[in-house]
C-alpha cells in the first residue's frame, strides 16, 4: 500500500473515533484504546479496565459501524475488565443490573449484550409495563464467537467459549464451549 493511502486512511480512522467520543454522554471511567468508533450513550456509566481494546481494523464491519456502549439509566453500569478485546460493532445495553465483562475477555464481530428485555410480551402492556431485568456477567478469560447474543440474567463461567451465532440465556459452568439457539452445554474445553 502507497505511503499517501496508509496516511489518509490513518487520518480518517483517527477522525472517526474522535467524533464519536466527542458526542458521548455517558460517564467512563478508566481508558479504553478505540481502534474503531466507540459511542458511550446514556445516564448510566462504562467501567473499563486496563488496557481495554475496542475494534480491529482487519476485520468485518470497520469502516462502516461502531461500538455502541449504552448505560441507559442513571443506576445502569456497564463494567470491562483488564485486558478485554472486543473486535468491531460490538452493542452493549444496559437498562438495569448491569453487564460485567471479566479480564481478558475476547468478543467477536457483532456481538450483542443485553441485561433487560425492553418491553413486556404482553401486546397490552408493551408501552408502560415493566420488562424483565437481570444482570449479565461474563467470567474471565472467555471467547465470545462472531454474532453471538447474551441475554438478560445470563451467566458465562471462566474460560468457557461461547460458539459464534449462539443465542445465550442463561447460568453456563466454567471451561464448556456453549452454542446453539437456544444456547447449551456442547463438551467441556
Known sequence: MRLSSRIVR????????????????AKV???FRAVSPVLCEGRGKVCVGEKVVLGFV??????????????????????IGSGTQICNHFTAVAEGPGIEIGENVLIGTGVTIL???????????????TPKMGHVSIANNVWIGERAVILK???????????AGAVVCGEFP????????????????
Not at 490513518?10 to 454522554?25: E, G, P, Q, W
Not at 441485561?115 to 409495563?129: K, L, N, Q, Y
Open 10 to 25: 490513518k487520518l480518517v480512522r483517527t477522525l472517526r473515533s474522535l467524533f464519536y467520543r466527542m458526542i458521548s454522554t
Open 115 to 129: 441485561d433487560s428485555d425492553f418491553h413486556e410480551i404482553a401486546p397490552s402492556m408493551r408501552v408502560g409495563g
Open 58 to 79: 482487519e476485520d468485518a464491519d470497520f469502516w462502516t459501524t461502531y461500538s455502541f456502549l449504552n448505560p441507559r439509566t442513571e443506576g445502569a453500569v456497564i463494567s
Open 29 to 31: 471511567e478508566g481508558k
Open 174 to 189: 466454567a471451561n464448556v464451549v456453549i452454542g446453539g439457539v437456544p444456547a447449551k452445554v456442547i463438551r467441556a474445553v
Open 153 to 163: 440474567g445470563s451467566k458465562i463461567g471462566e474460560n468457557s467459549v461461547v460458539a
